[in-house]
C-alpha cells in the first residue's frame, strides 16, 4: 500500500513545482515585456492608468471624493494589443500632444489635429518597400476617398494602437483573411460605426454576396479586398476600393491557372518563392486549395498521356477489327 | 439464329441509363472546372459547379439503388470475384482480345446465365462500382461539407489530398468510361450490347 502510494504524492509534488516555476517564469516574463522591451513603456503608463481599460478614477478636488468612471470605448487603448502592434515602440506623446499630461485634459485638444500614416511614412526611404505615397494615391481614387468626406482617414481601418502588419509576416494565409476581413467588417457589419460616414442603411453582406457558390467559405478564404479592390504591382495590398459594380465576380478569374488571387492573396508568399516545384501555384498547394488554380502540371501531363494511350489503344484494337472483319468478309 | 438471355432486368437499366447521365455530366463539367481560364469559357464556372454538385449528389442516391438492387436481387451474384485463378482467367480473356478475336477465335468466357459478365468485364465493373464511384462520392460530399470533415475530423489539411483523390479517381473513371463504352461494341453486332441495354435481352454470337 505504502509503496504505491509514495510513488504517486512523488509525483503530485514534483508537477506542482514545475508548475509553479512555470508560473514564475511566465508572469516575469510577462513583466519583462511591458517593462523592459518598450523603452516608452513606463511613461506611457501614465495614459495607459486611465485609457488601458473600461475604468478610471481620480480625486474630484471640489467634493473631495475619490471617483470612479466609465472610460468610453474609443479611448480606450489595449496594452496588450499596443505592445504587439507595429507602433508598439511608440510614446503615447510621439504623436499626442504633450499637453494630455494634466487632467482634466484642457478642451482645445479635442481638437486635435492628428497624424495620418504618409505624414510619418512618406518619403522616408526606410519605409521605401511599402510605397505608402502609391499606398495613400489609390485610397484617394478610391470610393473610400471619393464617396466621403475628409473624415475618412487611413485610421478608419488601421486603428494605430492595434495595428499590426499581418500580409508581409509569416502567418498563415486564414489568419490573414481574418484579421483583413475584420477590418471592412469592423464598419460594414456594424451599422453605428457605418452610420458615422453616411446616412444609408448598411447592406446586408450575406444576402448580398449569396450568389457565390460556398459564401461561408470563399469568406474564410479570401479576402474582400480580392474582388472589391483594384490590384495593384507597385504595392502588396491594393487600396483603391472599387465601387460595386467593378468588383470581381467572374469565378475563373480566380479560379484558373492565372488566379487573380497570385497578383493579391498570395503575392507575397509568391515573392518570396515559398512554392513548390512543379506546381503552377504552389502557395495555393500548400495552404488552401482553389479549384481550377492547384494543377500539377506533371500530373497533367500524366493524364494527357494516359488518355493518348486509351485512344491509341481503341483506336488500333478497332482498326484491327475493320481489317479483320473486311479480309474475312 | 442469336438466341435471347433476359440477363438486364428492368432496375438495372434504369440504374444504368441515369448513372451514364451522371457521370457523363459529371466528368464534363469537372474537366471544365478543372481546366477553366478567363479567356476560354467551356462551360461558364458557377454552372458547371453547380450541374457537378447535383449531378454528383443524384449519382450518390442513384449508387443506392444499384447497391440495393445487388443486395436483394441475383444481379448481384455477377460481381462475386473469385480471387482464385483470377489472374489466369483475366490473361486469358486479356489474350483473347488482343489476338484470338481477330482470328474469330470462340470467347473463352461465353455468355450464359450464371456467367454475365467475361472476368475483365467482371473485374472492371467490380472495380468501377465497388471502389472508384464509391471513393469519388465520398470524397465529393466531403468538397461539399468541407467544415465538418475537415476541420472537425482531420484537421484542414485533408483538403487537399481529398481533392487530388477526387480528381484522380475522377479521372480513372473518364478512362473507365471510354474502355467501356468501346469494349461495349465488341457484341454479336456493332450495336447489340447496347441494343441489351435498352431491351434487357442478350444477344450471343
Ligand atoms: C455513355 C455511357 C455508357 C454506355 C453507352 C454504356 C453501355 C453499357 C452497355 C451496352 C452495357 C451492357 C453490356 C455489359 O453488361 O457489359 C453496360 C453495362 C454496364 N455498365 Fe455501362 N455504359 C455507359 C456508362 C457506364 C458508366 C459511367 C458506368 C459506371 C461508372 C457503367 C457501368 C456499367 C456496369 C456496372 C454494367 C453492368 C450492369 C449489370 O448488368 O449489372 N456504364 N454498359
Redesign the pocket.
Known sequence: MHKNLFPLSNVITKGMTVMVFFLLITSFQLDDKTKKTFKNAESNEFCFKCHGQSKYSYNNTESGHHVFKKMYSEAIVDRDLFYESNHRQFKCTDCHPEDYDTFPHPGRLRMETKYLCIDCHGGDPKYAKFNFEKIESEFQESVHSTKHSQDFTCWMCHNPHTYKISTRSQEKIKDIVAYDNAICLNCHADITKYQLLTDKVIPNIVRKHEWLPNQALHFKNVRCIECHAMVNDSILVGHNIKPKSKAVKRCVECHSTNSLLMASLYKFKVQEGRSKAGFYNGVIMNESYVIGANRNYYLGILSLLMFGFVFAGIAIHATMRIIKRKNNG | MAEKLY??PKW?RLW?AL??IF??LLIITGISMQFSKPEFGFIRFDIAVSIHNIAGMLLTANYLLFLTG?FFTS?GK??KLTLKGLFQRLTKQFIYYTIGIFRHEKPPFPVTKER??NPL?QFT?VA??YV??PIVFITGWALLYPEVLFTKVLGASGLKVNDFIHVIVGFF?SF??FV??Y??TIGATFVS??K??ITGYHESH
Request: with cysteine; aromatic share 26%.
Open positions: 440477363l438486364y438495372v444504368h448513372n451514364a457521370i457523363l445487388n444481379n455477377y460481381y454475365k459478365f468485364q465493373y468501377a462500382m472508384l464511384v473513371l473507365f468510361l467501356h463504352v469494349f461495349c450490347n447496347f441489351s441495354m
